[in-house]
Structure formats: C-alpha cells, structure tokens
C-alpha cells in the first residue's frame, strides 16, 4: 500500500521525510522516492527496493537539500518495481514532481495524446501522466494548470 509524506518548514526536509517513511513502512511496498525544492531547484531521488537503498544512494551521491519536499512508498499498479517506475515522477523539464496513491483509469489515452504532443515519458505508470498533464497546462499559471489537469483525470 502506498503512502506520502510532505514537509514544509524551517529545517532540511529530508531530515523529516526519511524518518516518516520508515513509520510507513509496515504498510508494504517496492519502491521509495523524495523530491526536495531548494532555491527554485527540483531535487528527486527515487529507487527500486526498501527505504534502506534509497538512503544508501543518497549517502552516495549526497542527501537532497531543501525546506520543502514530498515523499512516497510506492506498492505497484502501472509498471513493474524499478527506479523509473518509483515515485515521485516528474514532468519533461524536470521542474515539477509529483506523487500520487490510487489509479488513473485513462492514463493510456492521456499518454498517447500527451506523448503526440511532444511529453517524453520516464516511466511506465499511470501517476507520471499527472505530471505531464500539469506541464501542459501550465501556461495558464500552476493552480490553473492543476484545475485543467484534474478535471481530465479519470479514477482515485
């Protein structure tokens, strides 16, 4: 079963998500992933397996910074565990992420008519189409944007 955790505040926001998805994880899942914002900059790292790798990767290659951030155990729906398919997805420029429990009935539709559109696609669930929806949209400003893009969207 999935589950999400979001942080907004004053301290690293990776200092407050980890501990959080450790509490989720007697809820069962694949694959765990976090996207920071720090400065304006989008900061994601998501993997395959328990929330043990994805901190031992992040020990790799340094822990995400940033006073803002989301976090995701993912149980898979759409597309089989592996580190594109974890969550948080992002849209094609990489500057908005998003995380996402339930399941998007019409993602195929959306997929194709997105992915004509010019949206290159990472992954192979049915969450990333959100991300990529909301990019289309995006012109009209963000909160905009999530209206159009919600009201596209067919499922939980």
Avoid at 5 to 18: D, E, K, P, T, W
Avoid at 95 to 124: C, K, M, P, T, W
Avoid at 139 to 156: D, F, T, W
Wanted: contains cysteine.
């Amino acid at each position: 079963m999935c589950g999400i955790v979001g942080y907004v505040g004053q301290r690293n926001a990776v200092s407050f998500l980890l501990p959080a998805l450790h509490r989720l994880e007697y809820r069962g899942y694949d694959s765990a992933g976090v996207a920071t914002v720090r400065r304006e900059r989008l900061d994601v790292r998501k993997s395959a397996g328990k929330i043990s790798v994805l901190e031992a990767l992040m020990a790799e290659s340094g822990h995400p910074e940033g006073t803002l951030g989301i976090a995701h155990t993912r149980l898979a729906t759409h597309g089989r565990p592996s580190d594109a398919n974890a969550q948080p997805h992002v849209d094609c420029g990489a500057g908005l992420a998003i995380v996402h429990n339930g399941i998007i009935e019409n993602y195929r539709e959306l997929r194709q008519s997105l992915a004509a559109d010019g949206h290159h696609f990472r992954s192979q669930t049915d969450t990333e189409v959100i991300a990529h929806l909301i990019e289309h949209y995006r012109a009209n400003g963000l909160p905009e944007a999530v209206s159009l893009a919600g009201q596209k969207l067919r499922g939980a």
